[in-house]
């Protein structure tokens, strides 16, 4: 089991490597040249600046029982497949009873948008998202040991 983060623009990165550090597992961070990331315990893999790249790459690397933290619904939709946990930046886990309705919701967005439409913009990041993130990351990683899945 390692973490695997969808770094280009994942706010709480310090908390995925807090809870990585506690338990003692490896965290991939995956981002394209045009961003800059350092850390004393993550690997850090850069991609080449394109559409989609970094998710390719991360989606990829992607093994059975792997964590992936992303906020893109296609990238966990794959990650799921891939038989991998998926948790977004915000601390909500992706699973296979969430995620037909969340890529359907980002689907009628997309089409409101390019009829001229507007949507609402994320909501600011809150001290409860950063606590809600490290007590799922927690749990997907002890739900993990318990099943002896690594």
């Not at 933290?69 to 930046?89: F, N, R």
Request: charged share 30%; with cysteine.
């Amino acid at each position: 089991m390692r973490i695997i983060v969808d770094a280009d623009a994942c706010p709480g990165r310090h908390i995925i490597e807090k809870a990585a550090k506690e338990n003692s597992i490896d965290v991939i961070m995956y981002c394209d040249i045009s961003h800059v990331i350092t850390s004393d315990y993550s690997t850090v893999k850069y991609v080449d600046k394109g559409f989609q790249s970094v998710d390719v790459a991360l989606t990829n690397a992607a093994k059975k029982y792997d964590i992936i933290v992303t906020q893109d619904y296609g990238v966990a939709a794959m990650a799921l497949g891939k038989k991998a946990y998926a948790i977004s930046p915000k601390g909500y886990i992706y699973d296979d009873s969430n995620i037909d309705k969340l890529l359907f919701e980002r689907h009628i967005s997309a089409k409101v948008r390019r009829s001229g439409g507007k949507t609402s913009s994320p909501k600011k990041r809150t001290r409860e998202d950063d606590e809600r993130l490290y007590k799922n990351l927690i749990r997907l990683i002890k739900d993990n040991l318990e099943e002896g899945t690594w």
